[in-house]
């Protein structure tokens, strides 16, 4: 497959497009027939803090960033029923599919939506402000509907750190793997070769991983027990697997 062919985004259905029912327009608007591009991948995905704060890592600091963790974790439109946070998240691939995607989904901010670019997803938006414990307006937080990657060297992480590669058709994945030939176990921000009571079994020998997570997970020595870029590889492995709070 060429590499134009290969081009993919990462699309997330974020809570509040779940919340007001227009999943079916979001996913209409990216068929085929609108965009020359396919699906490759989708999950639904009950949002854990760690793929959050990896997800908008670029973000760490800003006034926004503890608002956007909540929505995007679902808390800001599900705040009672814990069960219907979600997002639904899709690698969508094809001929320019990021810029395609991208103007799909319109401005950041819905008000500059509406204005600019009416009929493009994001206009459906709304703007909430921000403020701090004294009532002041810091900032605003956007429920936009919709993510999408920003460039290819977004999109190869977003991808990689949302899904793993049997989430995808082999012939429609774009990044290296490799068979994983060891156990792997996670517990509270550490990574184990063998079984520790109330750890987490991450991987283990034959299981198909992207290359750079296995990279990150070989780094790995007993007497170093956090090799840097643990979270991105544990954020996925770990989607689904408990209830967040
Ligand atoms: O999503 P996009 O790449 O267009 O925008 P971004 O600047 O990377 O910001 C990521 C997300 O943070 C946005 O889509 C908004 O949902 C949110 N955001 C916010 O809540 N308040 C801001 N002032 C800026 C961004
Ligand atoms: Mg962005």
Same mark, same amino acid.
């Given at each position: 497959? +060429?590499?134009?062919?290969? %081009?993919?985004?990462?699309?997330?259905?974020? @809570? +509040?497009?779940?919340?007001?029912?227009?999943?079916?327009?979001?996913?209409?608007?990216?068929?085929?027939?609108?965009?020359?591009? *396919?699906?490759?991948?989708? &999950?639904?995905?009950?949002?854990?803090?760690?793929?959050?704060?990896?997800?908008?890592?670029?973000?760490?600091?800003?006034?926004?960033?503890?608002?956007?963790?909540? /929505?995007?974790?679902?808390?800001? $439109? /599900? #705040?009672? +029923? *814990?069960?219907?946070?979600?997002?639904i998240a899709i690698v969508y691939l094809g001929p320019d599919v990021l &810029? =395609?995607?991208? =103007?799909?989904?319109?401005?950041t901010n819905p008000h500059k939506a509406r204005e600019e670019r009416p009929?493009?997803?994001?206009?459906?938006?709304?703007?909430?402000? !921000?403020?701090?414990?004294?009532?002041?307006h810091i900032d605003d937080r956007m429920d936009n509907l919709v993510h999408?990657?920003?460039? $290819?060297?977004?999109?190869?992480?977003?991808? &990689?750190?949302?899904? !793993? #590669? $049997?989430?995808? #058709? @082999?012939?429609?994945?774009? /990044?290296? =793997?490799?068979?994983?030939? =060891?156990?792997?176990? /996670?517990?509270?921000? *550490?990574?184990?070769?063998?079984? %520790?009571?109330?750890?987490?079994?991450?991987?283990?020998?034959?299981?198909?991983?992207? &290359?750079?997570?296995? +990279?990150?997970?070989?780094?790995? *020595?007993?007497?170093?027990?956090?090799?840097?870029?643990?979270?991105?590889?544990?954020?996925?492995?770990?989607?689904?697997?408990?209830? %967040?709070?």
């Amino acid at each position: 497959m +060429d590499s134009d062919r290969l %081009e993919q985004t990462l699309v997330l259905i974020k @809570p +509040d497009a779940l919340k007001n029912s227009v999943t079916g327009f979001i996913l209409s608007q990216l068929s085929e027939f609108h965009t020359g591009s *396919r699906f490759a991948a989708a &999950k639904i995905v009950n949002v854990n803090r760690l793929l959050a704060e990896e997800h908008y890592a670029e973000h760490r600091g800003k006034a926004f960033y503890e608002a956007l963790l909540d /929505y995007i974790m679902g808390k800001v $439109h /599900y #705040p009672q +029923d *814990r069960w219907k946070r979600r997002v639904i998240a899709i690698v969508y691939l094809g001929p320019d599919v990021l &810029k =395609t995607v991208r =103007t799909m989904a319109g401005p950041t901010n819905p008000h500059k939506a509406r204005e600019e670019r009416p009929g493009c997803i994001r206009a459906l938006g709304t703007v909430v402000p !921000i403020l701090d414990a004294q009532g002041k307006h810091i900032d605003d937080r956007m429920d936009n509907l919709v993510h999408a990657s920003a460039n $290819h060297e977004d999109a190869e992480r977003e991808i &990689k750190l949302w899904f !793993i #590669p $049997h989430d995808i #058709p @082999p012939l429609m994945r774009a /990044y290296p =793997t490799e068979t994983c030939d =060891t156990h792997y176990y /996670y517990k509270q921000g *550490r990574l184990y070769e063998t079984y %520790e009571p109330s750890s987490v079994f991450l991987l283990g020998p034959g299981d198909v991983v992207w &290359k750079s997570d296995l +990279d990150i997970l070989r780094s790995y *020595r007993s007497d170093n027990p956090a090799p840097s870029g643990l979270n991105k590889v544990v954020a996925k492995y770990l989607i689904n697997r408990f209830p %967040e709070d």
